[in-house]
């Protein structure tokens, strides 16, 4: 009986360490990417894709202040999902946060505006919140913000 149970231990745990069993360690860059393009497509956008995966539309480019990686700045926003359901949003006066404090999507994405520019990124997971999610948010999901670029602080 000893053997069984050891054997038993030894075999849950290999399973449990095993990579392909483990959605922490799931690239979601493939799916991610699909659902991006699939989107853009049924919407009829003309977005851009930078080097990192970050897909953004630019509706009007602004005519102040561009911020780099490290500003303060003040965006009005409204996050949501492929599927239209909203998670997250601001009130019209925006809030105020440094780019380098927020996820990799963000920090990147807001830096193609300048004060008074308006458009929306498309966030594939590793740019957000990766495999583990957030409350609300679960691993691997893509995030669509549409966003104001209010101020450079």
Sequence with gaps: MKHFIALFMLVTLIVACNPDNNSSTTDFRAANETEIT?????NNLNA??????????IDNPGDGEQPSFSDNVTVAYKGYFTSGNVFDESSASGISFDLNRVIAGWTEGITYFKEGGSGMLLIPSHLAYGNAGRPG???G???IFDINLISVN
């Design 141 to 143: 999901a893509v995030l």
């Design 137 to 139: 948010i679960p691993g």
């Design 38 to 42: 699939e989107f853009i497509a049924e």
């Design 48 to 57: 851009e894709k930078s080097d990192s995966g970050l897909y953004y539309v």
